[in-house]
T-cell receptor
């Protein structure tokens, strides 16, 4: 079973910020939070990941709650090319394989 | 481009035929994963290699499925006696060995069973 919970879909206007929420109440102390996005007919694309502190990169920011039971992916200015399915993932660290356990993600629609 | 490469991108075959897919990971990555994705769902883990050793297989991987990674470089996933339910996107990903390193995905092989 997926370890994360996300809304099925969200909409945003172009050039406005987007906040994509994720709940991961069963997160353990060593679990990193990874975000990916997937465009149609493409593989998942890495966006950002973090452990405890907020993280920024050229694509997005990741805000992690103090108790680490939730996080938010922030796209600062949505463009039409950001329309995708966004996955919030915790890795399976118990077995040592560090495989991803995907949920169904959030489908982001960006309106022109 | 030095990303993960998968071949072929599309495969159409008749039920009962065997198919083989290839994945070329990023060259310095010692971990390699196979996932399967059906329409409207997130990818599901199938199997994992560390170098040439296959260390974990999902229960989704029936005995008709076999994966190899000779010499710890490219990997192949073979499906024997294909069934309608095997129609899916098969994704390969690779990563470095540290637990916090992200996986890098290829664009997958889409399998359609007639």
């Amino acid at each position: 079973d997926a370890k994360t919970t996300q809304p099925n879909s969200m909409e945003s206007n172009e050039e406005e910020p987007v906040h994509l929420p994720c709940n991961h109440s069963t997160i353990s102390g060593t679990d990193y939070i990874h975000w990916y996005r997937q465009l149609p007919s493409q593989g998942p694309e890495y966006v950002i990941h973090g452990l405890t502190s907020n993280v920024n990169n050229r694509m997005a920011s990741l805000a992690i709650a103090e108790d680490r039971k939730s996080s938010t992916l922030i796209l600062h200015r949505a463009t039409l090319r950001d329309a995708a399915v966004y996955y919030c993932i915790l890795r399976d660290t118990a077995s040592g394989t560090y495989k991803y356990i995907f949920g169904t993600g959030t489908r982001l629609k960006v309106l022109a | 481009d030095t990303g993960v490469s998968q071949d072929p991108r599309h495969k159409i075959t008749k039920r009962g035929q065997n198919v083989t897919f290839r994945c070329d990971p990023i060259s310095e990555h010692n971990r390699l994963y196979w996932y399967r994705q059906t329409l409207g769902q997130g990818p599901e883990f199938l199997t994992y290699f560390q170098n040439e050793a296959q260390l974990e297989k999902s229960r989704l991987l029936s005995d008709r499925f076999s994966a190899e990674r000779p010499k710890g470089s490219f990997s192949t996933l073979e499906i024997q006696r294909t069934e309608q339910g095997d129609s899916a996107m098969y994704l390969c990903a690779s990563s470095l060995g540290h637990s916090n390193q992200p996986q890098h995905f290829g664009d997958g092989t889409r399998l359609s069973i007639l």
